[in-house]
């Protein structure tokens, strides 16, 4: 079975600082890898995701993706966070043909100072 | 366009009661997901239905849980009896298409649910 881990549970940034978000994931294969954010008192929003080929990733809001297949990793990235990119992250994975099940991460929050 | 809708938003009840949630996907979508998220385990999946039938509910915790899905527009969490331990934010989230490269997940504001 698939799992997903995210070391950090809080990260403080300031604004205009660069952010580099952590996710590591177990699969037997190459996955199907996403990064959802949450705002307070929200849903869960799609920022990005990695089915295949080109290996770097965009989304939306700015936010970018690297996959690593050596190192089993999906680290999401932002050059230059605004305070409104304060929330919680959270990776999933997916197995390819296991259906639509996704996997979440416990999540990351982001805290952005001004 | 109306995203997917949970009802209600909020909800206080008191241990042994019957909870039921409720959720409208979006229109058009044939995948239905419940989850929970609690600050001890995250986001756990419970069930998933695709064009109105459940397809895992390995992740229903017991058997006081149970879902239905009637229609392509409407399902239901229910609860019953509740306990403290329930307490927790429950997600439906909506998609189209078969398997995850087809689409993402949609997911409702939530349905925050606290069992005294």
């Known amino acids: 079975a698939q799992s997903v881990t995210q070391p950090d549970i809080h990260i403080t940034v300031s604004e205009g600082a660069s952010l580099e978000l952590r996710c590591n994931y177990s699969y037997g294969a190459t996955p199907y890898l996403f990064w959802y954010v949450q705002s307070p008192g929200q849903g869960l929003q799609l920022l990005l995701k990695y089915f295949s080929g080109d290996t770097l990733v965009q989304g939306i809001k700015g936010f970018e993706a690297e996959f690593k297949r050596s190192q089993s990793s999906f680290n999401l990235r932002k050059p230059s966070v605004h305070w409104s990119d304060a929330a919680e992250y959270f990776c999933a994975v997916g197995a390819r043909g296991g259906g639509n099940k996704l996997t979440f991460g416990t999540g990351t929050q982001l805290k952005v100072e001004l | 366009d109306a995203g997917v809708i949970q009802s209600p938003r909020h909800e206080v009840t008191e241990m042994g009661q019957e909870v039921t949630l409720r959720c409208k996907p979006i229109s058009g979508h044939d995948y239905l997901f419940w989850y929970r998220q609690t600050m001890m385990r995250g986001l756990e999946l419970l069930i998933y239905?695709?064009?109105?039938?459940?397809?895992?509910d390995s992740g229903m915790p017991e058997d006081r849980f149970s879902a239905k899905m009637p229609n392509a527009s409407f399902s239901t969490l229910k609860i019953q009896p509740s306990e403290p331990r329930d307490s927790a934010v429950y997600f439906c989230?909506?998609?189209?298409?078969?398997?995850?490269?087809?689409?993402?997940?949609?997911f409702g504001e939530g349905s925050r649910l606290t069992v005294l």
């Open positions: 239905f695709n064009n109105n039938v459940p397809i895992d």
């Open positions: 989230a909506s998609s189209l298409g078969a398997g995850l490269a087809a689409g993402e997940l949609f």
